[in-house]
Each structure stands twice: as structure tokens, then as C-alpha cells.
């Protein structure tokens, strides 16, 4: 089992910056990719970016490619979204998941995180 710990969000204006946190415990990340996941009000759960934690490869979706950046840290095992010249269209609640691959289904991944809202403002 692994619980997910998000932290990180709050209040920015357009253009500003943001860094998510995804602290595991329970088991290591070792095994797992670990994905950034968001919901605005009203609108389906998204894809925004994964690591694989073994390789550190990396995936994104197209709309965040060059403004966010997600990355680990082994020894405090957490995941972190950096994002960048964030706009109004950024606002959501993120959430980080860990699963077996770099996958942008959120079904394919088994834990979940609570989730930690980022507002941007205009």
C-alpha cells in the first residue's frame, strides 16, 4: 500500500510560478511511475505528467511541455511538478498518482493522493 501526500498548491498570478510535492509513504516509489493528474470545476480529470521513478524517464502533456517540469527525489521520496508561466488555464485541483508505467489513463493507476488546488489569477 502507498499514500500520497500533495502539498504545494496555493494562490499565484499569470506568469507566475508553483511546486507540487508528491511524498510517499508506506512503500518506496521505487517500482512505480508516479503521474500529475488535474480537475478543473466541471471538467473531466487530466493528464499533465509522469516520471518513471526507476529511469526517470519522463512523459507530458502537450499543453504544459516547456512550463512544467516533473522530477524525484530518491532519498526524501517525493515527486515534484515545478510549473512555470502558469496561466488562468492552469487552475485546477492536482493530484499525484502512483502506477506501473508511464500511462496518461488515470485508471491505470492505483493510489491516489488527495489532491492540492492551484488558482491562478488573471
Known amino acids: 500500500q502507498v499514500q500520497l501526500v500533495e502539498s504545494g498548491g496555493g494562490l499565484v498570478q499569470a506568469g507566475g510560478s508553483l511546486r507540487l510535492s508528491c511524498a510517499a509513504s508506506?512503500?518506496?516509489?521505487?517500482?512505480?511511475?508516479v503521474g500529475w493528474f488535474r480537475q478543473a470545476p466541471g471538467k473531466e480529470r487530466e493528464f499533465v505528467a509522469a516520471?518513471?521513478?526507476?529511469?526517470?524517464?519522463?512523459y507530458y502533456q502537450d499543453s504544459v511541455k516547456g512550463r512544467f517540469t516533473i522530477s524525484r527525489d530518491n532519498a526524501k521520496n517525493t515527486v515534484y511538478l515545478q510549473m512555470n508561466s502558469l496561466n488562468p488555464e492552469d487552475t485546477a485541483v492536482y493530484y499525484c498518482?502512483?502506477?506501473?508505467?508511464?500511462?496518461?489513463?488515470?485508471?491505470?493507476?492505483?493510489?491516489w493522493g488527495q489532491g492540492t488546488q492551484v488558482t491562478v489569477s488573471s
Open positions: 498518482a502512483a502506477g506501473s508505467g508511464l500511462y496518461s489513463r488515470s485508471e491505470l493507476y492505483d493510489y
Open positions: 508506506g512503500r518506496t516509489f521505487s517500482s512505480y511511475a
Open positions: 516520471i518513471r521513478w526507476s529511469s526517470g524517464n519522463t
